[in-house]
């Protein structure tokens, strides 16, 4: 647990309006989370900022979830240039020609049934999980998946929130 006077709330808290703004939506694409947030600073530990992460995240409607998706690109296919979906989706650089090829299969029909995105955390999943973690969820009815983005959403949220408060590039 973080005490009240660690530098790294202290570092956020103590950061501009506009560049706390910049630094959120660089966590999460949603407006209404990155709003939430600020609206609570300072936070007295980091305990608080993931807490208050969490609660602003239960509270995005469909429209702000579909806001928050937009920042993540396809698992298997991370944005060039981007450090953050790279390193988050480090399960897949190493996956044969053949499960490649399969995630785009499935991100594709996943897509097409849901009209979004496949978003997981995965940070710490191999290629292989992440295969069958679309497989898992494809058949899920729309709000059970919905349900299910928002804890993923909720998970990488939290990764990132940590990696910011130490210094690190989200």
Same mark, same amino acid.
């Given at each position: 647990?973080?005490?009240? /006077?660690?530098?790294?709330?202290? #570092? ?17 694409? /949603? !407006?209404?989370?990155?709003?939430? =947030?600020?609206?609570? #600073?300072? *936070? %007295? ?5 993931? %807490?208050? /992460?969490?609660?602003?995240? &239960? ?6 979830? &579909? ?7 396809? $698992? ?8 953050? /979906?790279?390193?988050?989706? !480090?399960?897949?650089?190493?996956? !044969?020609?053949?499960? @490649? ?6 991100? =594709?029909?996943?897509?097409?049934? *849901?009209?979004?995105? *496949?978003?997981?955390? &995965? ?20 709000? #059970? ?5 928002? %804890?993923?959403?909720? @998970? $990488?949220? #939290? $990764?990132?929130?940590?990696? =910011?408060?130490?210094?690190? !590039?989200?």
């Amino acid at each position: 647990m973080t005490s009240p /006077s660690t530098p790294d709330t202290a #570092r956020f808290n103590a950061l501009p309006e506009e560049a706390a703004t910049t630094a959120l939506h660089e966590v999460c694409a /949603s !407006s209404a989370w990155g709003t939430a =947030l600020l609206a609570q #600073r300072p *936070f %007295t530990t980091a305990d608080a900022l993931l %807490t208050a /992460s969490d609660a602003a995240m &239960a509270e995005l409607t469909d429209e702000d979830l &579909a806001e928050a998706m937009a920042g993540h690109p396809p $698992i298997g296919r991370p944005r060039p240039g981007d450090p953050t /979906s790279s390193r988050e989706q !480090s399960g897949m650089t190493g996956a !044969s020609d053949r499960l @490649k090829a399969e995630m785009l299969e499935l991100n =594709l029909a996943y897509q097409e049934r *849901f009209g979004q995105v *496949f978003l997981i955390c &995965a940070t710490g999943r191999t290629g292989e999980q992440l295969r069958d973690a679309v497989r898992e969820r494809i058949d899920n009815p729309p709000e #059970r998946e919905r349900e299910i983005v928002r %804890t993923e959403l909720g @998970k $990488i949220n #939290r $990764i990132r929130l940590t990696r =910011l408060l130490e210094g690190e !590039s989200t």
